[in-house]
């Protein structure tokens, strides 16, 4: 059974940007599908993004919320995937997960306010 | 835009049988996941393809589908089931989309 770490978040002040990751081990990294999840305070969880393994390309798709705003991007030599967000809002506070949907991170948590 | 419908929130005695219900037209023709999450912990896969439970999944947990709803059934919920449950579904090969939770309650 595969593990997923999540790491990087932070505080970070409106306008701002910040990149997390999430360090995969115990399953075939590379051509797994990895989405990354948010979930608000106190709310339910919302869909941030997806990128696709090599063998389906490693195409990318983004939610409405993020989109233009926000980057995802892998590096299978490191079994790693990243989250880059730039022009960061109030409303994206949250926990960010990484999630292969079988295999979730701890979660890492990003705040942003002034 | 694409919106699965679940009860905010679900009441069951212990060793009852506990339904949480998640409805959307895009059920009708795409697969639904429900993930269960405990207070602080990230979620955990519980269903996929309607009704298939991944290895490790109590064989309490079960998934059946009728047109545009799906159902997660828990026979004989315990008190360790009291969680939040969220169904998923993917409308479109680029877009992922979650149910707005349901809090199961066990007492």
């Known amino acids: 059974e595969g593990q997923l770490v999540d790491s990087g978040g932070g505080l970070v002040k409106p306008g701002g940007s910040l990149t997390i990751s999430c360090a995969a081990s115990?399953?075939?990294?590379?051509?797994?599908?990895m989405s990354w999840v948010r979930q608000a305070p106190g709310k339910g969880l919302e869909w941030v993004g997806r990128i696709r393994g090599k063998i389906d390309n490693g195409t990318i798709d983004y939610a409405a919320a993020v989109r233009g705003r926000f980057t995802i991007s892998r590096d299978d030599s490191e079994n790693r995937l990243f989250l880059q967000m730039t022009g960061l809002k109030t409303e994206d506070t949250a926990t960010y997960y990484c999630?292969?949907?079988?295999?979730w991170g701890r979660g890492t948590r990003v705040i942003v306010s002034s | 835009s694409y919106e699965l419908t679940q009860p905010s929130s679900v009441s069951v005695s212990p060793g009852q049988t506990a339904t949480i219900t998640c409805s959307g037209d895009v059920l009708a023709n795409k697969y639904a996941r429900w993930f269960q999450q405990k207070p602080g912990q990230a979620p955990v896969m519980l269903i996929y393809k309607d009704n298939k439970r991944p290895s490790g999944i109590p064989e309490r947990f079960s998934g059946s589908t009728s047109g545009t709803t799906v159902t997660l059934t828990i026979s004989g919920a315990q008190v360790e089931d009291e969680a939040d449950y969220y169904c998923?579904?993917?409308?479109?090969?680029?877009?992922?989309?979650f149910g707005g939770g349901t809090k199961l309650t066990v007492v």
């Open positions: 998923y579904s993917a409308p479109d090969n680029d877009l992922v989309v």
């Open positions: 115990g399953f075939g990294f590379t051509n797994a599908w």
């Open positions: 999630t292969s949907w079988t295999v």
